[in-house]
């Protein structure tokens, strides 16, 4: 018998994370509404707080071809076109799986570690009555970054 991964981070009520991730939090489940998922039926959202106090926004994306994009990488890439690379907060809204918060896949944690290793992580399902109160570095502890 093996037992179920740990979760990374603290799992605290919705009411007791700060306003402004609240904010994000409501942000990320009004834009998973808009996920276009026909093939998997697995909406997510995600919102980004950047370092000039700007909120970007993003949901995943299927087509037939299997070329998917997550919901974290279209808010990271929605920042980077509109000029943000620096971001302080990320929250991840989707359905529990098996009674296990959904978390950035490997590709996205690579993608935000790319723009700060202290990103703030905050999972929630789109009920928001719990969060998973994480980091990046929680979540990829040895990550890669290269550097001339």
């Not at 509404?33 to 106090?53: M, Q």
Request: glycine share 6%; charged share 20%.
């Amino acid at each position: 018998m093996t037992d179920a991964p740990r979760a990374a981070g603290k799992i605290v009520a919705f009411s007791t994370v700060a306003p402004e991730v609240q904010d994000l939090i409501r942000k990320g489940v009004e834009v998973r509404e808009r996920a276009y998922c026909p093939y998997s039926r697995f909406k997510v959202g995600s919102a980004i707080l950047c370092a000039d106090n700007t909120v970007v926004t993003g949901c995943n994306v299927e087509n037939s071809a299997h070329g998917s994009i997550c919901a974290e990488r279209s808010a990271i890439v929605k920042a980077v076109s509109e000029g943000k690379t620096k971001f302080l907060k990320l929250v991840v809204i989707a359905d529990k799986l098996q009674n296990q918060f959904t978390a950035p896949c490997g590709s996205c944690r690579q993608f935000i570690v790319e723009f700060g290793a202290g990103v703030e992580i905050y999972l929630s399902p789109p009920d928001m009555s719990e969060v998973l109160v994480t980091s990046i570095k929680e979540i990829l502890p040895l990550h890669f970054i290269f550097t001339e």
